[in-house]
């Protein structure tokens, strides 16, 4: 406490020669002038005193004839003179640190983790349709509405995780390795009943009734719409005319033989890319959406192609500010007029074919036959495939069934 007071009112470092050191030291003393920190050079002596104190000093060195010398100079009065001597310094360094506090108040940049099925690239743009984008406040950003609105948006997402760190926005997600489809299965209202119906034309293969009146069976040939299993199981008078009906769900697996099509075209010129060696690099800085970069220097390329890095700058680990450093790769291209062989045309047609096979298989889809037919006609080649496939089929639908008025019963 002693030292803080100290610093606050100023004290002074000074070096006492002459002829009586000692006898200066004992007026001091009888004057109530506090010494301190006395130290014995031989010569002089070193010690440290109160401002207040040594503008009452001038009498003691007269009469003792030894002589005072300030070495240094402690405490707040002497801070506040020399910032004030370098005024603009201070002014620029307080307003400096008045800008970066009222930059921390904002989000500057937003990182996704542990997405794998759902990429970075979709997450954003999700971000940025709901209002979450760098440059936000961070008392704008709802943390629990946020994380729910994820959840919403994508099934496959199990688990997710919100915080502001420093000015980063960090979201991390969990999502499920089975990818599942929800069902949603609402309670059916009283006197309706569903449906299943056929998704597309074809053959069936098997069905398997849980509930509900099958209307198919194996071998039959459906058309898309026509009713697969009812949603309602009849009751029957002893007449064997329906009585009523007792309205369901429909459930059933019903495996169905159908076909799929597939046309592509290719034109049997096209043009590649062929890369010169010639390339500039153009070093850039961008504060928020602004780039600002350094003109080309020399002929420029007639085409070309770009590749831009940059790296956001921040201060410690988390404070990340709105400004980016980086450079534009500019590289210089010929186009080369080229003709596909008829290998190459088959092997990029075999890699459409595997990708729509891939896309089918992820529906649950098995293909158990193709039939490939590739031609060209006027410099076009054209490839037409037809899939035999087999599938589950059946869609929910309410039900055509009208329920059957009771006759009333006669009184005997």
């Known amino acids: 406490m002693i030292q803080v007071i100290r610093f606050l009112k100023g004290y002074l470092s000074i070096k006492v020669f002459g002829f009586s050191p000692e006898r200066f030291m004992n007026l001091c003393s009888n004057h109530n002038i506090f010494l301190w920190d006395i130290e014995n050079h031989g010569a002089y002596y070193t010690m440290k005193i109160s401002l207040k104190g040594f503008y009452r000093l001038r009498g003691i060195s007269r009469k003792t004839g030894t002589r005072v010398v300030i070495t240094k100079r402690y405490g707040l009065p002497f801070l506040s003179l020399r910032m004030w001597r370098r005024r603009i310094f201070v002014g620029g360094l307080l307003g400096s640190l008045i800008f970066w506090i009222w930059m921390s108040g904002f989000i500057w940049a937003i990182e996704v983790e542990g997405n794998y ?17 760098p440059g936000m406040k961070k008392s ?24 502001i760190d420093g000015t980063r926005l960090l979201i991390q997600v969990k999502e499920n390795d089975l990818i599942q489809v929800k069902e949603s299965k609402t309670e059916l209202p009283e006197g309706e009943g569903v449906d299943l119906v056929a998704d597309k034309e074809g053959e069936i293969i098997s069905i398997v009734t849980r509930s509900g009146s099958p209307k198919v069976t194996a071998g039959t040939l459906v058309k898309k719409g026509d009713v697969l299993v009812e949603g309602g199981i009849p009751i029957m008078n002893e007449d064997s005319t329906v009585r009523r009906y007792d309205y369901c769900r429909a459930d059933a697996d019903i495996m169905l033989r159908c076909t ?14 062929q890369y010169t060696g010639n390339e500039r690099k153009s070093p850039f800085i961008m504060f928020g959406t602004k780039k600002l970069s350094l003109p080309m220097i020399g002929k420029g390329y007639e085409a070309y192609d770009v590749i831009e890095e940059k790296k956001q700058l921040r201060l410690f680990e988390n404070y990340y500010l709105p400004v980016y450093i980086g450079s534009d790769l500019v590289r210089e291209y010929v186009v ?36 490939v037919t590739i031609n060209k006609v006027s410099g076009v080649w054209k490839m037409k495939v037809d899939f035999l496939a087999i599938e589950k089929t059946g869609t929910e639908k309410k039900t055509w069934l ?3 008025e009771e006759a009333p019963q006669e009184e005997e």
């Open 336 to 371: 080369e007029e080229k003709i596909y062989s008829q290998s190459e045309v088959k092997k990029l047609f075999e890699e459409k074919i595997q990708k729509f096979i891939e896309t089918l298989q992820e529906k649950g889809v098995q293909i158990i036959e193709k039939n």
């Open 260 to 273: 799929y099509q597939m046309k592509e075209e290719l034109k049997e010129q096209y043009e590649e890319k």
């Open 140 to 163: 704008e950003v709802e943390i629990e509405a946020l994380e729910k609105a994820i959840r919403n948006e994508f099934d496959i997402v199990t688990w997710t995780s919100a915080r």
């Open 402 to 404: 009208v329920q059957v």
């Open 117 to 133: 099925y759902v990429t970075t690239d979709v997450f954003q743009d999700f971000l940025a349709s709901s209002g979450f984008e």
